[in-house]
T-cell receptor, first 112, second 112 residues
Framework: EDQVTQSPEALRLQEGESSSLNCSYT??????LFWYRQDPGKGPEFLFT???AGEEKEKERLKATLTKKESFLHITAPKPEDSATYLC?????????????FGKGTKLSVKP | DAGITQSPRHKVTETGTPVTLRCHQT?????MYWYRQDPGHGLRLIHY???????DKGEVSDGYSVSRSKTEDFLLTLESATSSQTSVYFC???????????FGQGTRLTVV
């Protein structure tokens, strides 16, 4: 069964304290792995797509990496405005048309 | 924003009544999806559409039906609402050939 597990469930950081969020996945052939950011009361906002092991993507203070079993979202010198829930999702080859399988998310809080 | 409008944004309804949620897009994307988001669960797919009048079931489709008579509109209907359908519902769209999906702002539905 295709599955996505995110850890930790919650992470509290001080401003400037770098850290990483983990997304481990089990999927019958990976078509793509996706990271989204979700603010309270809003829909998920697309961040990155990763397709193959070794691939990396960067955007401002965020960097996403991918291996054959997991993905990391590295946050460098975070600011309070980075506080949000970060969602990881995978799309399996041969799955429903673009269907995403989501993890439960990591809630990140960055204190000034 | 990705040109997705969900309506209504909030709704309270009584058990046993029918409810229809609307997703409208201005992007002319082929694929449209309905997800629900509940505490302790990741986003879960209810139904999806891969074209006008082409729809299929997702992971948690029981008690829901959908219709897509125009490219821009995807309707989700709860035939007879139950308290277990209290949730936040998100619509997503995806272009053919693109991997990433973009989400609307969500509809918070409460069934009392």
């Amino acid at each position: 069964e295709d599955q996505v597990t995110q850890s930790p469930e919650a992470l509290r950081l001080q401003e400037g304290e770098s850290s990483s969020l983990n997304c481990s996945y089990t999927v019958s052939g990976l078509r793509g792995l996706f990271w989204y950011r979700q603010d309270p009361g809003k829909g998920p906002e697309f961040l990155f797509t990763l397709y193959s092991a070794g691939e990396e993507k960067e955007k401002e203070r965020l960097k996403a990496t991918l291996t054959k079993k997991e993905s990391f979202l590295h946050i460098t010198a975070p600011k309070p405005e980075d506080s949000a829930t970060y969602l990881c999702a995978v799309q399996a080859r041969g799955g429903s048309q673009g269907n995403l399988i989501f993890g439960k998310g990591t809630k990140l809080s960055v204190k000034p | 924003d990705a040109g997705i409008t969900q309506s209504p944004r909030h709704k309270v309804t009584e058990t046993g009544t029918p409810v229809t949620l609307r997703c409208h897009q201005t992007e002319n994307h082929r694929y449209m999806y309905w997800y629900r988001q509940d505490p302790g669960h990741g986003l879960r797919l209810i139904h999806y559409s891969y074209g006008v009048k082409d729809t299929d079931k997702g992971e948690v489709s029981d008690g829901y039906s959908v219709s897509r008579s125009k490219t821009e509109d995807f309707l989700l209907t709860l035939e007879s609402a139950t308290s277990s359908q209290t949730s936040v519902y998100f619509c997503a769209i995806k272009a053919r050939g693109n991997a990433e999906a973009f989400f609307g702002q969500g509809t918070r539905l409460t069934v009392v």
